[in-house]
Structure formats: structure tokens, C-alpha cells
């Protein structure tokens, strides 16, 4: 007797019947065009969003560690407010694009790659999703093991009975199951219930990174500590130290712009992300300020730059500041890896099997592959190289936004046919399902920038001067893919594509239908006979 829950058949997702899709091989729930109902994301979700993802611990590590390259805090804080003021331009562009389309990023870009070669982006982001989120599971289980140490200082002393070759202690696997655990739930809720979330994080992890500031001021007045550090670099080397401070601050948050037509779609109204513009400079400086005056106190105090946070707390004497402490880079943490990492992840995994995977689906996935599969403690302790080109994907990163944001403001110019998206002999087929503009622009502005990637993992290797333009791979790749994708797309346009009209998903199923839409509805936009006539 077969188990019901082996047959593949049992998995499959129901086709809604507001699909574009002819069937659930291209298409389910998650990634149809969000309907009315679901658009529930206010300015002030974002606003909490952002101020959520801005209080986690790499913003915090990514400030201070320009202290330790040389740079003074008068040089660092100028490159973190430039960066984040850069990061939102592209952020509020595909963001856009997001509120008026209301697509995940995984569909957006059958538009500008092709159907078939929208998987390359979409698979790259969501393997490095989902490396990152067993790493940022891991740093949260640092912060489970302050907590417990902080409660009983005995745990610090527990007896090791795992063999020293796995990378990890039997405390430290206990911390990360507890911590995988105690995230897991939150990653059962969906993208319109998970903003609430946001808006705790937003509140609380704030005023703790607040105390912290005041604490390092009191310990270490800014006259002895922050204010009194200089450049320790001077000449061409402070300008490549201050662009690689750039680089690495725009690299943190620009890799968003790929994909938050992911988290946009929910918005009520195109407007309401508008606040984006705002709110991210704002948010990332005031927490990468906290990140360097803690830093810089606790060089006067420990006598080196811990630019983790965590390894600061567990110098700290007074127990209930440290479980506190802990417990809101703890929240951060739980925030930042569903929003950045298994969202991302779930909706790439959605894109790739839509007929038995959906968003919840995907980002159970994610914690087992991720979390489990992919075992962080043995990255961390060994794989020097690949955390190396795990923070150089960003060359990567920086075509891809620069290709969507050209294609559909310059190119096109907003008029996209949304339900074409959706089927693979459609419009966006370009050349048997690939834009090869788009390949183009890939090839030419991504080669320059390998030979600092392939260095930046083995520093062995000699590659010249040119490892410089690894240090600015983020600026370099956006704006030469957005030049040459331009002239391309100019010289060569794929005519096939141009609509007169956008054709949007509440031009075809109104929003008032959007829940009761018939299936003879579904067939005529199955069948492509949506047209910008009978739009119009």
C-alpha cells in the first residue's frame, strides 16, 4: 500500500482561476498578480521594514569594519550616508515597477531577460539566498548562546562532545537548534501578516541600539574615543579604502533593488513606497553611526575593533544588559533572514517549480537546505573562499538591476504586457527564450570585474590593477550593464515587445474580481486573447 504523501500528484498546487498561466507548470497563487485583498502594505510598513532591516548586525559589522581598513569616522560616515543615498535610487525605481505591475521579481524579469534566461538571475539569487541564510542562522545562534550565557555563565563551560573536525561544539549546535527553531514559525506566515514583524523589530531593536550609543559614550567620551581616531591610510590608498567603504555599503542593501518588486506588490497604492526614499538613508546612517561609535569605544576599552556586536556584549560584566542586548540583535536577525534571505529564496523557488512549490513551501525549503544542508559552522570555520565570493556577487547583482531599471523606463518605457509574462511562447520570448542583449550586456560588464573576484578568493593570485575594479564591482557592473544594455537594445530593438499601452492586471481582471473571476475568464487569457484592444 503506497503512502498518499509520496505520490508527487499530492503535492501539486490548484491553478487559481485568476492565472495568466495556461497551466500550473508556469504559474500558482504566489505568483499570480497580487489581487486587491492582498495589497495591504502601507508607508508606514515600509517605513518599519526598512528601519527593521537597517538594525541587523552586517550593517552594523560593514560600518566598523571601515574603521579597521584605515578610514577615520569622518571618512566612513560621508561613505555610508553617499552609499545609502545611491541604494535607494534603484530600490525606489524597481520598486516602482513592482506597485504597478504587482509581479515577484522572478516573473518581472521574463520582460528584460527572455523567458527562458530570467532563470539565470533568478536561480543566482536564490542560491545565494539561501547560503546567507544559513550563515545569518548561524550569527543568530551566537546570539541565543549570549542569552542562555547571560541567564546561566555556566553554559560557557559545558563540555564539548562533538569531535573538533566538525567545526562546532555540542553548546554551539544546541544554540543553532534553538535559534532554527525558535525562526521557524515566523517563516509559516505570510508576506502580507509578516509586516507586523517588521513593525515590532522597528520599535524595539532601535532603542536597544540607542543604549548601546549611550553606553559607549559614557565608557569612553567621544573626545577620547570616536572623535579623536585619524586615517591611518593617506593618498591613493584612503581613496581606494574610501571607495572599497562605498562598494562594501552599497553591496549590503543594493542587491534589494533585484527583487523588491517582491515585497512592493503588496503595497495599497503606488505611493506608498515612495517612502522608501526617505526612510533608507535615514535608517542605514543612524545604525551604521551606533555601529562605529560602539566600535570606536570599544577599542579604547578592549584594545582592538570587534566589529561584531556580539563578541563586544560577551566583554560586558552586567548580565541583564547583555541578555537584552543579545535578544534584540536576536529579533533583527530573525527579521532580516526571512525578508532578505528566505523570502527571496521562496519566491525564486516558486518561480522554478510553480506547480507543487508556493511561497510557505519554499521557504521550508530554505530552512532545511540553507539551514541544514548547506551547514554554516563548516563555511565559517573553512571556506574562506567562498564567503569571499559570497560577498562578491554583487557583480553580479549590479547588471541585473541596471538591465530591469534600463528595460522598462527607457526601453519600453512602462508599457509592459503583464499576462505575456506569464506565457512561454509569448511576446517576451525574444530569441527562443532568451534576450540576448541581455546576455551581452552580462558577458561584457561582468568579465572585467572576475579577475578581482577570482583574487578576492585566492589572494595567491596575482591579477594586476585590475583587482581594483572588484573594489567598486557594485558601481562598475550597474552602470556600464546600464550603458551597453541601452545602446544594444537602441541599435537592436526587439520590436516583438513593444505594446502601445501597458497592460496591467486590473486592466484585465478588475480588482473587484480579482477573487471571483470565472474560468472562462482564465481561458481567454490562457489562449492570449487579451489584447490592448479589448483592454482599452
Given at each position: 500500500m503506497t503512502i498518499s504523501w509520496l505520490k508527487l500528484s499530492t503535492w501539486e498546487l490548484e491553478l487559481e482561476n485568476t492565472a495568466f498561466a495556461t497551466d500550473n507548470r508556469w504559474s500558482n497563487h504566489d505568483m499570480d498578480p497580487t489581487p486587491l485583498h492582498f495589497r495591504t502594505w502601507s508607508?508606514?510598513?515600509?517605513?518599519?521594514?526598512?528601519?527593521?532591516?537597517?538594525?541587523?548586525?552586517?550593517?552594523?559589522?560593514?560600518?566598523?569594519?571601515?574603521?579597521a581598513i584605515g578610514l577615520s569616522w569622518r571618512q566612513a560616515l560621508p561613505a555610508i550616508v553617499v552609499a545609502y543615498c545611491i541604494t535607494a535610487v534603484p530600490i525606489l525605481l524597481t520598486g516602482t515597477i513592482g506597485t504597478r505591475l504587482r509581479v515577484p521579481f522572478s516573473v518581472?524579469?521574463?520582460?528584460?531577460?527572455?523567458?527562458?534566461?530570467?532563470?539565470?538571475?533568478?536561480?543566482?539569487?536564490?542560491?545565494?539566498?539561501?547560503?546567507?541564510?544559513?550563515?545569518?542562522?548561524?550569527?543568530?545562534s551566537e546570539c541565543i548562546f549570549?542569552?542562555?550565557?547571560?541567564i546561566w555563565p555556566s553554559v560557557a563551560h559545558v563540555p564539548n562532545h562533538i569531535p573538533a573536525s566538525s567545526n562546532t561544539t555540542s553548546v554551539g549546535m544546541m544554540c543553532y537548534l534553538l535559534y532554527w527553531l525558535l525562526q521557524f514559525p515566523f517563516m509559516l506566515l505570510s508576506p502580507q501578516k509578516i509586516r507586523y514583524l517588521f513593525m515590532a523589530?522597528?520599535?524595539?531593536?532601535?532603542?536597544?541600539?540607542?543604549?548601546?550609543?549611550?553606553?559607549?559614550?559614557?565608557?569612553?567620551?567621544p573626545s577620547v574615543g570616536l572623535f579623536s581616531q585619524h586615517a591611518s591610510v593617506q593618498g591613493s590608498d584612503l581613496a581606494w579604502a574610501w571607495l572599497t567603504a562605498l562598494n562594501s555599503a552599497l553591496s549590503l542593501y543594493c542587491g534589494y533593488a533585484v527583487n523588491i518588486a517582491d515585497f512592493t506588490r503588496y503595497a495599497t497604492h503606488e505611493r506608498a513606497q515612495y517612502s522608501q526614499a526617505i526612510i533608507i538613508p535615514v535608517a542605514f546612517t543612524l545604525c551604521s553611526f551606533a555601529g562605529l561609535a560602539v566600535t570606536s569605544a570599544g577599542i579604547v576599552l578592549y584594545g582592538s575593533a570587534l566589529w561584531d556586536p556580539l563578541q563586544?556584549?560577551?566583554?560586558?560584566?552586567?548580565?541583564?544588559?547583555?541578555?537584552?542586548?543579545?535578544?534584540?540583535?536576536?529579533?533583527t536577525t530573525i527579521g532580516t533572514n526571512i525578508s532578505a534571505n528566505a523570502l527571496v529564496a521562496a519566491n525564486d523557488l516558486t518561480v522554478c517549480f510553480p506547480k507543487y512549490i508556493n511561497i510557505r513551501r519554499g521557504q521550508v525549503i530554505c530552512a532545511l537546505v540553507g539551514g541544514w544542508a548547506f551547514c554554516p559552522w563548516e563555511v565559517l570555520a573553512k571556506a574562506s573562499g567562498f564567503l569571499s565570493f559570497l560577498s562578491g556577487y554583487t557583480i553580479f547583482i549590479g547588471p541585473f538591476v541596471g538591465i530591469m531599471i534600463v528595460d522598462y523606463w527607457l526601453i519600453h518605457q512602462g508599457k509592459i504586457d503583464v499576462p505575456a509574462?506569464?506565457?512561454?511562447?509569448?511576446?517576451?520570448?525574444?530569441?527562443?527564450?532568451?534576450?540576448?542583449?541581455?546576455?551581452?550586456?552580462?558577458?561584457?560588464?561582468?568579465?572585467?570585474?572576475?579577475?578581482?573576484?577570482?583574487?578576492?578568493?585566492?589572494?595567491?593570485?596575482?591579477?594586476?590593477?585590475?583587482?581594483?575594479?572588484?573594489?567598486?564591482?557594485?558601481?562598475?557592473?550597474f552602470w556600464s550593464a546600464f550603458v551597453v544594455y541601452y545602446v544594444l537594445s537602441t541599435l537592436f530593438p526587439a520590436r516583438g515587445t513593444y505594446v502601445e499601452k501597458a497592460v496591467l492586471p486590473d486592466d484585465v481582471i478588475p480588482p473587484s474580481a480579482s477573487c471571483d473571476s470565472t474560468d472562462e475568464d482564465v481561458e481567454k487569457l490562457d489562449k492570449g486573447h487579451v489584447t490592448l484592444e479589448t483592454v482599452s
Open positions: 508607508s508606514w510598513s515600509y517605513v518599519s521594514y526598512w528601519f527593521s532591516d537597517a538594525s541587523n548586525i552586517a550593517v552594523w559589522e560593514v560600518a566598523s569594519s571601515m574603521l518581472l524579469s521574463r520582460s528584460s531577460f527572455g523567458f527562458w534566461f530570467s532563470y539565470f538571475p533568478v536561480i543566482t539569487r536564490g542560491i545565494i539566498a539561501m547560503s546567507w541564510f544559513g550563515i545569518q542562522t548561524y550569527n543568530g549570549q542569552m542562555l550565557k547571560a523589530k522597528g520599535v524595539i531593536v532601535p532603542f536597544a541600539w540607542l543604549a548601546m550609543v549611550i553606553w559607549a559614550f559614557i565608557k569612553v567620551p563586544l556584549i560577551n566583554h560586558w560584566d552586567n548580565r541583564a544588559a547583555a541578555f537584552f542586548a543579545s535578544f534584540a540583535f536576536l529579533l509574462m506569464y506565457q512561454v511562447d509569448g511576446r517576451y520570448r525574444y530569441t527562443y527564450g532568451v534576450n540576448w542583449r541581455a546576455l551581452a550586456t552580462l558577458v561584457i560588464c561582468i568579465t572585467p570585474a572576475m579577475p578581482g573576484l577570482i583574487h578576492s578568493i585566492k589572494p595567491s593570485i596575482n591579477v594586476g590593477g585590475i583587482h581594483n575594479l572588484f573594489a567598486i564591482g557594485w558601481i562598475f557592473g
